[in-house]
């Protein structure tokens, strides 16, 4: 899609929408509620229609292509099953308004039940089924016509944290099995890294970075998707001679800042570094204030010397010996640097480059 732009009234809902979803994998929109992302994939399917931009898929553009024509699945958080058919009606669903014969909607129903594990249920209603399986038949129905492209709005949101686990797993699974071109929403970071190969991050109604999960999540390209994605400390300063000055201390990285501007620099706990002396001439000196040891590693809460709390993600052999109180050297090598008002990408320095 190109410059895709959805308004409703005098709000802008998508504004200047552009990115390529990769054939056969599978993309997530990422990004809080109300970020455009729902908009973005009815736009795809032809529930809506754009006010700018272009759409293609499949190398044909199909920007305002009916949705009977778009070859598209959609699945929907809350499963829009039609409570008064069976398991197997709803599935065969698409294929009895496409006038497949008799012979291939079995076919094809019984196929689908076998892969979505559900055969024993095929003549239970939805109300009978557990919320996970009746999001197994909602998918089982999307892919009965042999869609395209498969469109997943928050498809996992309304299940408890154990049932998102396992389907996310299973459909995992079931995408490496199919291959099928997928689009998935969701708020759930975690979800979008583990089952995406490509993942676009939306904010009011714009896309913040576009790119794989590693380099969403390791070269964030703005503020939101430093703060957003992951968790992370943020170090507040002002610019002086292309460095970030906190209190006495300083880190290098904000070459692309005029002076005297303030400056945020974002850093994964797990990239912080505590050492006992000054390893280099980067580290901060911090005082340890709590320890808290979570079996699998630990979590210090450091205190800079103007007072700003960071908190590093460390093993047990780190901390070994250490007590609240103590002084230590931390190493912020891997902050990245940015205006607290950046808009866009601004390709933020990342200090052990420098």
Do not use: C
Request: charged share 25%; glycine share 10%.
């Amino acid at each position: 899609m190109e410059g895709l732009t959805k308004r409703f009234g005098s709000f802008t809902a998508v504004q200047d929408v552009t990115f390529e979803a990769a054939e056969g994998k599978i993309t997530a929109l990422l990004g809080p509620s109300g970020s455009g992302k729902s908009t973005v994939l009815r736009l795809i399917a032809g529930l809506e229609r754009p006010d700018e931009g272009k759409l293609w898929l499949s190398g044909e553009e199909r920007t305002f292509t009916s949705v009977q024509e778009r070859g598209v699945g959609f699945v929907f958080q809350h499963y829009a099953l039609f409570r008064h058919m069976s398991v197997r009606q709803n599935i065969a669903f698409g294929l009895a308004v496409r006038r497949a014969s008799k012979d291939k909607q079995a076919k094809r129903v019984n196929e689908l039940l076998e892969l979505v594990q559900l055969g024993q249920f095929a003549e239970r209603y939805p109300s009978q089924l557990s919320g996970g399986q009746r999001q197994r038949v909602a998918l089982a129905r999307a892919l009965a016509p042999e869609p395209e492209i498969l469109l997943l709005d928050e498809p996992f949101g309304a299940l408890d944290a154990r049932v998102r686990q396992d389907l996310r797993r299973w459909l995992d699974e079931l995408h490496r099995e199919l291959g099928v071109t997928s689009l998935l929403v969701t708020h759930d970071q975690e979800e979008a890294l583990e089952l995406a190969q490509r993942v676009v991050v939306m904010h009011e109604g714009r896309v913040e970075q576009v790119g794989p999960p590693s380099d969403i999540y390791n070269e964030p390209e703005t503020p939101f998707v430093a703060n957003f994605v992951g968790s992370a400390n943020v170090i507040h300063g002002i610019v002086v001679g292309g460095r970030v000055q906190f209190g006495e201390q300083h880190l290098r990285g904000a070459g692309h800042l005029a002076d005297g501007v303030m400056a945020h620099a974002y850093v994964r706990p797990h990239n912080v570094r505590i050492a006992r002396t000054s390893p280099n001439g980067l580290s901060s000196p911090a005082g340890v204030e709590r320890i808290v040891d979570l079996g699998w590693g630990s979590r210090v809460y450091l205190r800079l010397p103007d007072g700003q709390i960071v908190v590093a993600q460390v093993d047990n052999a780190d901390v070994a010996g250490m007590s609240e109180g103590n002084n230590v050297h931390i190493d912020l090598e891997k902050a990245k640097v940015f205006s607290p008002d950046a808009e866009a990408a601004r390709g933020p320095d990342e200090l052990a480059a420098l």
